[in-house]
Nanobody, 122 residues
Framework: QVRMVESGGGLVQAGGSLRLSCAASGSIFSVDRMGWYRQAPGKQREMVAVFISGGGITNYADSVRGRFTISRDNARNTVYLQMNNLEPEDTAVYYC???????????????WGQGTQVTVSS
């Protein structure tokens, strides 16, 4: 099985910064896609930033491009989200997502973190 642990959320004033991290552990053979999603109250979960593949190709939501940066540490199966110039509209629960192949299995499955609250005050 896979355990996903997120950290780094919190309360920050508009214009501030936060850095989220998400580490996966367990019987992991490889991790392909990694990314961050968020869900605000009353809204659907939306993509924030993702690595499209196991390489360095990324995709960002238009609303965060230029302010957020996704990065990864493959050796630690960890994905990060550096969030700068935060806005009240960024307030949401942030979830990490990884597409993981377990040791001894021929297929990959999607795993989600437990979510971390980010609140941006105006």
């Amino acid at each position: 099985q896979v355990r996903m642990v997120e950290s780094g959320g919190g309360l920050v004033q508009a214009g501030g910064s936060l850095r989220l991290s998400c580490a996966a552990s367990g019987s992991i053979f490889s991790v392909d896609r990694m990314g961050w999603y968020r869900q605000a109250p009353g809204k659907q979960r939306e993509m924030v930033a993702v690595f499209i593949s196991g390489g360095g190709i990324t995709n960002y939501a238009d609303s965060v491009r230029g302010r957020f940066t996704i990065s990864r540490d493959n050796a630690r199966n960890t994905v990060y989200l550096q969030m700068n110039n935060l806005e009240p509209e960024d307030t949401a629960v942030y979830y990490c997502n990884m597409y993981v192949k377990l040791i001894g299995t021929p297929y990959s499955s999607t795993y989600w973190g437990q979510g971390t609250q980010v609140t941006v005050s105006s």
